[in-house]
């Protein structure tokens, strides 16, 4: 059994190396520090300051590579610089660890929608999926496009582009699926 505590500090300790090779200061937070892993200040230019919240997810195959994204994770952002880095590692300590890099409001929508969708999945009697939002998965094919993003944390949040499967915007505006209460596409959807 993989100890989930040793697999956050490894995912914290893989995306601070990360980002320290593309020119950001990290500042691994204390436990406590809510919706907050990793504090960064970009080391050239403008000196962007932006706050990082760490998933790790270790599997023995890609294909089964998910993160658990509860209440928390769902939450509507608190400002523009609110990001995610998803680690995905294989026990295999060879294969090197993939890093997803998403603002914040993707990663809520993504956990809402694709919790809700299942949750209300046409087909599916009534009673026989009762599992809460706050449990919800996503698994690793979701944030493909994000794969490797790391010029997104440059970028505002309200200014990144939504790079979720596109049946993803279809799902948002279905009353059965929607979004997350208080996320801020509720107002404006983006295009793209």
Known sequence: MV??????TVGEHYAAAELARRGWAPA???DGLERTDILAVKTDGERRLIEVQV???MNTAWRHVNWPLGDKSQQPSA??????????????????P???VLPRAHVAAA???????WLTEPGIPIGKRNVPASRS???????????DRWDLLDIDESKCPVLL???YRTLALDPRVGLPEGHAWHSALPSC
Do not use: C
């Not at 400002?79 to 090197?96: C, D, I, K, N, R």
């Open 79 to 96: 400002s523009e610089h609110e990001y995610f880095v998803m680690v995905g590692a294989l026990t295999e300590t060879t294969v090197p």
């Open 137 to 147: 998965r996503v698994h690793i094919r979701t944030f493909e496009q994000y794969e």
């Open 55 to 57: 998933k790790a997810a």
């Open 28 to 30: 691994l937070t204390r």
């Open 111 to 117: 956990a809402w929608i694709t919790h809700q969708n």
């Open 3 to 8: 100890d989930t505590k040793q697999t956050k």
């Open 165 to 167: 499967p596109t049946e």
């Open 98 to 100: 993939r890093f997803f």
